[in-house]
């Protein structure tokens, strides 16, 4: 038992963002804060009509992995974010997780706005009461949760933040770009990128931290981590393939799913300084998704990919002029 | 066959690339204040991109100082970027600005540290080019 009156708290450092001991702390934080949101941005409600024209199966699946995608970000907010906050190396670290750990209560949050746009309460309360009770929801939730829990391991830990942002929100992510492929729900997919373009800033920082902390220990106990990583990635990749089984079997989409799974998880590792898993051919998504994901930004411009007789001088983008001479 | 420069941040991803590519580049220092590498022969950048939600500071500060010098810059023939597709429609946008600023082609866009599928691509990629470059020069000093 701690004695408290032998071991007070000690008093933290003032943040002093003037000192940096790591710029990209403050990069981080800058891009994290100008793309803050809130739901009440999207207009939601334009999306009530298409809702009405989806089957009741397809109403139940959307809600039913929109509470999934909840229960993540719930924990990512209220365990995972503050849970790494203990371990942070430089006081602006914290701020920064501080930032990371409220994004993902909008996140949470978020759903909740759909779900009152578009949905009954009784449906809504139905699903929630499915996600408390499915078996590989509760199963992933409690992989996570153990490495959270296991404070002599701060590196592990980073890694189970990165698996949960990188890799197990996309199950649930692949259906509103499916719909948005299809035209439906269009304004709720909008909130949907919003979270995945957050989602890829956390993961990129959580695991350019790992790589931070694992270059400072000897050989044996970086290959040990590296292990565990990609043990970790199995259980949790078989959980989301039965998950994944679970709820697309009926639209006919599982093995879709799946490879958007691989594409991510191989993400995932590459955050942590890893290399791929998974081969590129067990990686090849759905071109409709991968529009959906990134619109706008079409792939056959690439003099490399295409027949390699034209190529696309990029168009006029929004830059820092100023910063260029000529 | 020209040459590669290339920016990596403190992630590594693009120097992972570089390593599993296997052929000489040219990094550029991510210290503000570092000298500038001297570059003498035509060359394709590789770089990452870090733009926010709107585009902005997509090429890095120490790429636009390279480029910033009209001697390096005469001698880039095209770009390669990199960045995430969870960015949506900001994905590799530094490949697209440095393209439209310089007036080369955008010859090709990965993610993250990227495949390697996509490292045998850049390598191929990479010849064939400096091949067409070389049959251009070939055309006009005949």
Request: hydrophobic letters at 40%; proline letters at 5%; one cysteine or more.
């Amino acid at each position: 038992m701690k004695d408290l009156a032998e071991t007070p708290r000690p008093v933290p450092r003032a943040v002093n963002w003037n000192r940096l001991e790591d710029e990209i702390d403050l990069d981080v934080w800058n891009r994290l804060t100008v793309n803050f949101w809130l739901p009440e941005k999207v207009p939601l409600s334009n999306d009530i009509q298409s809702w009405s024209q989806l089957t009741d199966d397809e109403r139940q699946l959307t809600i039913r992995v929109f509470t999934g995608l909840t229960l993540l970000d719930t924990i990512q907010n209220t365990v995972g974010a503050p849970t790494l906050m203990e371990d942070a190396i430089t006081p602006h670290e914290e701020a920064v997780l501080s930032n990371i750990a409220f994004m993902e209560a909008v996140h949470a949050r978020s759903y909740s706005s759909v779900f009152s746009t578009l949905c009954q309460t009784a449906e809504v309360d139905e699903a929630f009461r499915w996600s408390a009770e499915n078996e590989h929801l509760q199963a992933k939730s409690r992989l996570i949760l153990d490495e959270y829990d296991a404070t002599a391991s701060p590196l592990r830990k980073k890694v189970a933040s990165v698996f949960l942002e990188s890799f197990l929100f996309y199950s649930g992510f692949y259906l509103p770009m499916h719909w948005s492929s299809r035209a439906r729900l269009t304004n709720t997919a909008d909130l949907i990128r919003l979270i995945i373009r957050d989602e890829a800033i956390h993961g990129y920082y959580i695991g350019y931290k790992f790589q931070r902390g694992l270059e400072r220990l000897p050989e044996a106990e970086r290959q040990e981590l590296k292990d565990f990583s990609f043990a970790l990635l199995f259980d949790l990749y078989e959980i989301e393939a039965r998950y994944t089984e679970q709820l697309y079997d009926g639209l006919g989409l599982t093995e879709d799913v799946k490879h958007f799974l691989h594409y991510n998880a191989n993400k995932a590792l590459q955050n942590l300084g890893f290399e791929a898993l998974f081969p590129e051919d067990a990686c090849k998504v759905n071109p409709a998704i991968m529009a959906a994901l990134s619109p706008n930004s079409d792939e056959n411009h690439d003099f490399f990919s295409g027949s390699g007789s034209s190529y696309v001088i990029g168009k006029a983008v929004a830059t820092e002029d100023e910063d260029w001479d000529f | 066959m020209g040459g590669l420069v290339y920016y990596s941040s403190a992630s590594g991803n693009t120097l992972r690339l570089i390593d599993r590519l296997g052929l000489p580049a040219t990094r550029l220092p991510r210290e503000a204040d570092a000298p500038l590498p001297q570059v003498t022969s035509p060359f394709v950048l590789i770089c990452p991109t870090y733009a926010d939600g709107y585009g902005r500071g997509a090429v890095p500060k120490q790429v636009i100082r390279f480029l910033n010098d009209p001697a390096p810059r005469a001698l880039l023939r095209g770009v390669i970027a990199s960045g995430n597709r969870n960015f949506g429609d900001k994905f590799a946008l530094a490949g697209r600005i440095i393209a439209d600023k310089c007036g080369v082609p955008l010859l090709y866009r990965f993610e993250l540290a990227g495949t390697e599928e996509e490292t045998a691509r850049i390598r191929d990629g990479l010849a064939r080019f400096w091949a067409q470059q070389e049959d251009k020069t070939c055309l006009t000093q005949a």
